[in-house]
């Protein structure tokens, strides 16, 4: 895959890890967005921050949709646009655990056709551009072992604001738990669809996601060949938010009995 943009990406991928390394160091200063568990720290603003210079500098004509709104003007105003997550997995970030990723997607014309996420903690590289395959640190990857719910671990997070999804996701998640090997919750979309796409997890299902959290998972899972739809078997638009059903093909028609 040569492509300059796409190398371009991985860098400045890389670089956001290392500096979301370093600036743990210091101390925080914490910031709650939505709710008292949605949060925001100066490190997700400053890697945003980083991020949004390093692609206008190089590409001043390209459009930006991020987390934390750094990029003032509409991306729909743009046919190329970047869609970052400085930091997915705050709250797992604050909390000093390891389970997290900065996640760059770019979409033109609003399809997805290159994804990246970076896991600087293991120093995993995981991307995939359109039509060219997904990789993890250079080595090709390809979801082509089958299983059933049985044989299935499963990863979720279950928050979720509206009553009568989070009843209906909890039959889901109670069915899931009682079949499955088990259910986890480990609290970083992005970087659990990519564990989907190397066997290390078979599902992850979110009633909520925003476009940030898996645009990029989403283009190296379906290039793994893995699955990605909302809870109603819908197709999902890279640029909106929506549900989120990730899994390995071999276990998408039985996991559809659950919702
Ligand atoms: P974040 O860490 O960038 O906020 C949590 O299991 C996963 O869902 C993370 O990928 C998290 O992204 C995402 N998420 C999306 N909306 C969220 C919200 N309102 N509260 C907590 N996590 C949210
Ligand atoms: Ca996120």
């Given amino acids: 895959m040569k492509n300059e943009m796409y190398d371009f990406a991985l860098e400045i991928a890389k670089i956001a890890g290392k500096m979301s390394i370093d600036l743990r160091k210091e101390p925080l200063k914490l910031e709650t967005k939505r709710s008292h568990a949605d949060l925001v720290t100066f490190i997700d603003k400053e890697v945003e921050q980083f991020l949004v210079n390093k692609i206008l500098e190089r590409y001043p004509q390209h459009g930006i949709l991020g987390e934390e709104g750094t990029f003032k003007e509409s991306y729909k105003n743009f046919e190329t646009v970047w869609i970052i997550d400085p930091i997915d997995g705050t709250t797992n970030f604050v909390h ?11 979409a033109k014309n609003g399809i997805g056709i290159f994804g990246v996420v970076y896991d600087p903690i293991k120093d995993e590289l995981f991307y995939a551009g359109k039509d060219d395959g997904a990789y993890l640190n250079g080595n090709k990857i390809i979801l082509d072992d089958k299983k059933t719910i049985r044989e299935s671990v499963i990863s979720t997070c279950m928050f979720w604001e509206d009553p ?3 009843e209906n996701l909890s039959k889901t998640i109670i069915g899931l738990a009682r079949d499955s090997r088990g259910i986890r919750m480990m609290s970083s979309a992005a970087l659990d669809m990519c564990y989907v796409a190397i066997g290390r997890l078979d599902a992850y299902i979110n009633p909520r996601l925003q476009a940030w959290d898996f645009s990029a998972a989403k ?13 109603k078997a819908n197709i999902i638009n890279t640029m909106e938010g929506s549900s989120m059903i990730a ?9 559809l009995n659950y919702f």
Avoid: M, W
């Avoid at 283009?219 to 809870?231: C, K, M, N, Q, T």
């Fill in 96 to 106: 000093q655990q390891q389970h997290y990723a900065i996640s760059i997607a770019i």
């Fill in 247 to 255: 899994c390995n093909p071999s276990i998408y028609e039985e996991l």
């Fill in 164 to 166: 009568n999804t989070k």
């Fill in 219 to 231: 283009i190296i899972l379906e290039e793994a060949e893995g699955f990605v739809r909302d809870h």
